[in-house]
Structure formats: structure tokens, C-alpha cells
């Protein structure tokens, strides 16, 4: 899966003009973090279709863009399993860039993992992922 990473100058409206465009588009947003870091806000969004998203975002002004391929994995819903997975990749000498939950059914907690990207293949072999 793709993550996009959208940098835009932090103002009223920034979020409105992204998700309209790709709801605009029929691109549906599966997760998001949004955030501000000082006149920054910054979007992290998954899409069912990250190649219409990104070619169309490109047409807004101002925005910085970045793709990049995320861990999506399945974990049970209770307290220490996030610990766990992190310290597997603490273990391993994997640096995060990102990390949040993408959707809950029952007693599952599926969690986007953004690993630094001289990192991924480390994350794939310590959590186990297979190709």
C-alpha cells in the first residue's frame, strides 16, 4: 500500500481543498493523519487509488507531495501489542516515520507503518511480511 504525504503552508481551508479534490475524483480516503509542525500542516492519507491522487494533486498550488510504500498489519486489539511490534523493530534498528491506525473490526487493530526507506526491508523481515 502507498502512503501520500501531502506538505502544505498551514491555513483554513488547506485540508478542505485536498479532500474535496480527491472526493471530486471518486478517490476514496481510507486513513489519514493531519497534523501541524510550526506554519506546516501535513497530510498523511491513504487512498484506494493512489496513482489518480497523486497525479491530480500535483495540480494544486503549494503543495509538496511524497509517495511512499507503508506496513499495513493486523493486530489484536489489547494493550502491550503496539509495544510489542515497535520493539521488534527497535530491535532490528528500524527508524519509524510514521505510525497509525487505519481501521478496527472487533478484536483487530489494522496499523499503517511507515519504516525510513533505507529501513523498509528490515521492517518487512522483522515483522515477518512476506512479499
Known sequence: MKEITIRAVNKVGALADVAELLGGLGVNIEAISAYSAENEAIFRILTNDSKTAMKHLMKLPGLRLSEADIIVLEMQNRPGEL?????????????????????????????????????????????????
Do not use: M
Not at 92 to 110: A, P, Q, R
Open 83 to 131: 509495544g510489542k511490534i515497535t520493539r521488534k523493530l527497535s530491535n532490528k534498528g528500524v527508524n519509524l516515520e510514521s505510525v497509525y491506525i487505519v481501521g478496527k473490526l472487533s478484536d483487530i487493530t489494522h496499523v499503517a507503518i511507515k519504516p525510513s526507506s533505507d529501513s523498509f526491508q528490515k521492517a518487512k523481515d522483522a515483522l515477518g511480511v512476506k512479499p
